[in-house]
């Protein structure tokens, strides 16, 4: 259902089954998938394509000219969201790919170049500055920054009214302004691995790597050295990150 007071441009590609509310604006190159919900007041513009059920709430924007955005499947984005809607400093925006599952709550920004993995979540008034990657299960608590081309690892859990001014490991608890990693992830690494092994090798990784200084060598070794599959991923982030 298509509300008759929303404008959609010549080209655009909207599945059947979409409901898209009143006084909406829907660009040429966007793609709307199968089961998507679109509430009211919502302009989605550029190269924009949404995945199956993805939900955009009221009073957000979405894209603007020369933009190219990827939302997956099952992604939920609140009131006020701005993705990619601000022009670039060098008015050349770059890709921005939000994936599957994500939960976008209320007033988040999204700048060129980001990109998200599945099952993030961002929570009210986070901005994510150009060209910052988020890894998956990644959550960032309200009204904190990450600045512009920086990491967060798999697994890594931002505290609120926090400023992350470099790469944030793996499994990670993360707060402050200036953000510093307080610890592990625990709770995170208990609710994601069955294998309770695995969360210690992690624990005695870590104290080995980030102690008062970051030891990148020994993050290589490591790397290049252990099997456990999680504990490589730590420690390989680490070596190629720009913590000091």
Known sequence: MIHPTTIIEDGALIADGVEIGPFCHIGKDVKI???CKIASNVILKGDLSLG????????????????KILIGHDTHVREFVQIG???DENETPKPITIGHHNFIMGYVQILSGVKTGEFCILTNAVCLYENVVCEERVIIGGMSSVEANNRLGTGVMVGGASYVDHDMP????????????????VIG??????????????????????????????ASEI????????????ASFISSSNMK
């Open 170 to 185: 793996p499994f990670t608890l993360v707060e402050g302004n200036r953000a510093e990693v307080r610890g592990l992830n």
């Open 85 to 87: 809607a601000q022009e």
């Open 189 to 218: 690494l208990r609710r994601r691995l069955e294998n309770r092994a695995d969360i210690e090798d992690i624990k005695a990784i870590f104290k080995k790597i980030l102690g008062e200084t970051t030891d990148k060598e020994v």
């Open 223 to 234: 790397a290049q050295t252990y099997e456990n599959e999680y504990v490589k991923r730590f």
């Open 33 to 35: 998938a199968n089961g």
């Open 52 to 67: 199956e059920n993805v939900r955009v709430f009221s009073f957000s924007a979405i894209g603007q000219e020369g933009s």
